[in-house]
């Protein structure tokens, strides 16, 4: 599956110098729940397309591994937090927490002229996320 690439819903308005990032990591428990979490995630992903405040995503999905990873800038941590509280995504995070095995997320801050995030980056901030979790007793799962 290639990864659906950078999209921007909304440029960055003239007052907006800096963006909110989230990039989360999601690995179902086994390869038969892949295809609900990858339709769940393509409607989840519709909707950011929507969603106001929203200044870009992206979605890499790795079946066969039972991984996906998510990238999006937000002119706010507010605008995030409306997107995750708003249907379907309120929903589809509910339902398909049976399915999960482990999630990651982190969050960061960069001016706008540095969008959109580079995978690579967003990546080794996830994989350093997971490990300060791992080294403080805290699971990643939600």
Do not use: C, N
């Not at 909304?10 to 990039?23: E, L």
């Not at 929903?91 to 399915?99: H, K, N, P, Y």
């Not at 959109?116 to 799962?141: F, M, N, S, V, Y």
């Amino acid at each position: 599956m290639p990864t659906l690439p950078w999209v921007t819903p909304h440029p960055a308005g003239p007052d907006t110098t800096h963006a909110f990032v989230m990039a989360s990591r999601f690995e179902v428990r086994s390869l038969k729940d892949v295809p609900r979490f990858f339709w769940k995630s393509l409607s989840a992903w519709g909707q950011v397309r929507k969603a106001p405040g929203a200044l870009g995503a992206s979605l890499e999905a790795r079946p066969f591994g039972r991984v996906f990873y998510t990238l999006s800038a937000w002119e706010s941590r507010d605008a995030l937090h409306t997107y995750a509280r708003t249907e379907p995504h309120k929903s589809v995070m509910t339902g398909l927490r049976a399915t999960m095995r482990d999630s990651t997320f982190t969050f960061w801050e960069v001016p706008v002229d540095g969008l959109p995030i580079d995978w690579d980056d967003a990546k080794r901030r996830l994989e350093a996320q997971a490990r300060a979790g791992a080294q403080h007793g805290h699971g990643t799962a939600h």
